[in-house]
């Protein structure tokens, strides 16, 4: 596993899911044969000209031009996993996006972000190099349209003061923007950059859990981390477990997704001072303790969420994490 592949993974994901809703099959996007030659890119690292050049074939087989603003409004957070809590814990916007910067990379949302402090605000702006092209165009309007989907989200409501200034020409369908991003938009400008207002950054969010947002930090330096090490393979376990959702893989199918066979998987989890139960426990403990803090679901529900068929089982669990029961953690 490494750094890229999930990248792909997910960007193909979403793009077949959206595809699927114009009753174009996953099969007949992928035997595309502008798609032939970038077939190495759903493997590893799709560069800024192979991911435009994707999304340009979603594009053309769509025949909406519309495309990438609609696949990046899709953009929901629980599906950025640990990330995508971290966010919600936040205690305004402008918390969420230095966490956005910092941790792009365990995120993958497409090109990276540079935020800058200035007078009565901040501009979150992306250095990409890539330009006048509509690749270039087709990543810039996945991209803040995705970042525009999680501000919304995470403020239940509009981001109300903002700007948004690109650095190409309008397209023929730019009347549409205001519509996807709400917000006065700019073209032919100097970068491709969201220019915000102190009183949004400072808008609290109704999930700020600031004790909880600690511990899921530390979750996301730990991946951060991992990006780094191919060869920690209890990291790339957690990662896998963090975005399986409800239903956790059992050790054998996490370990063909590694590619390597049940047993080298326990030994060399055992090598790093680990083990399969052991990151299935820690996983589940930052779940639930999120879960605790941000829902009002009924422990029964978390205890289903994250796999256990009994209640019972998940309160000793619960105990045995954290010295204190669910209702006690959800009380503090």
Known sequence: MNKTSLHSVDMLKQILELLSEYEIAAETFLALPELRDLSHSFEGAPGEN????????????????HFCLRLGRRAKISNFGTLGFALMSCVNLREVLHLL???????????????????????LRTPTSFKHSDGHRAMMETAFSTLYAIGENLLDGPIEQIELQLNYTAPAHSDVYEK????????????????LVDHDLDRSLRTANPAGNVILREQCEDMLRSLNRTDNVSAAVRRI???????FPDISAVSDQLGMGERTLRRRLKDEGSSFRTICDEVRNVL???YLSTTQITIAEIAYLLGYSETVSFRRAFIRWNAQTPQQYRLE
């Open 101 to 123: 910067v910092r941790y792009h990379p365990v995120l993958n949302l497409g090109p990276k972000w540079e935020l800058t402090t200035i007078e009565g605000g901040a501009v």
């Open 180 to 195: 996807y991003f709400a917000m006065p938009v700019k073209f032919d400008q100097q970068a491709c950059q969201a220019i």
């Open 288 to 290: 639930a303790c999120q």
């Open 241 to 247: 477990l963090i975005h399986a959702g409800r239903e």
């Open 50 to 65: 192979e991911s435009g050049q994707i999304l340009l074939a979603a594009i053309k087989l769509s025949g909406d031009p």
